[in-house]
Nanobody
Framework: QVELVESGGGVVQAGGSLRLSCAAS????????VGWYRRAPGEEREGVSC????????NYVDSVKGRFTILRDNVTNTLYLQMASLKPEDAAIYYC????????????????WGEGTLVTVSS
């Protein structure tokens, strides 16, 4: 049984940092495209960052470039999202996901999803 469990969310002041974790079981993250997504209140879910299944390259949505870093620990089978310089608009539920997508990149149609962790940013 595959399980992705996010943790690390919480309340942080604008300008602060958080590190989100996604512990995986039943699936080897290194064999999948893995990524972080978020859904803010009243908004559609958006992809935040992805690690390619094919070459391990990373990409980020423009709004977080230079502030967020995605990392995958193949030993512990854990995905991380290091978030710095947080802004109120970063507040959302953050989800991790894994998928064996055709081009190796993250899509909206990933195979496995976590339940999410809430990030609140106070101004």
């Amino acid at each position: 049984q595959v399980e992705l469990v996010e943790s690390g969310g919480g309340v942080v002041q604008a300008g602060g940092s958080l590190r989100l974790s996604c512990a995986a079981s039943g699936v080897t993250l290194a064999r999948y495209a893995v990524g972080w997504y978020r859904r803010a209140p009243g908004e559609e879910r958006e992809g935040v960052s992805c690690i390619s299944r094919k070459d391990g390259s990373t990409n980020y949505v423009d709004s977080v470039k230079g502030r967020f870093t995605i990392l995958r620990d193949n030993v512990t089978n854990t995905l991380y999202l290091q978030m710095a310089s947080l802004k109120p608009e970063d507040a959302a539920i953050y989800y991790c996901a894994a998928g064996k997508t055709p081009d190796g990149l993250c899509t909206d149609d990933m195979d496995f999803w976590g339940e999410g962790t809430l990030v609140t940013v106070s101004s």
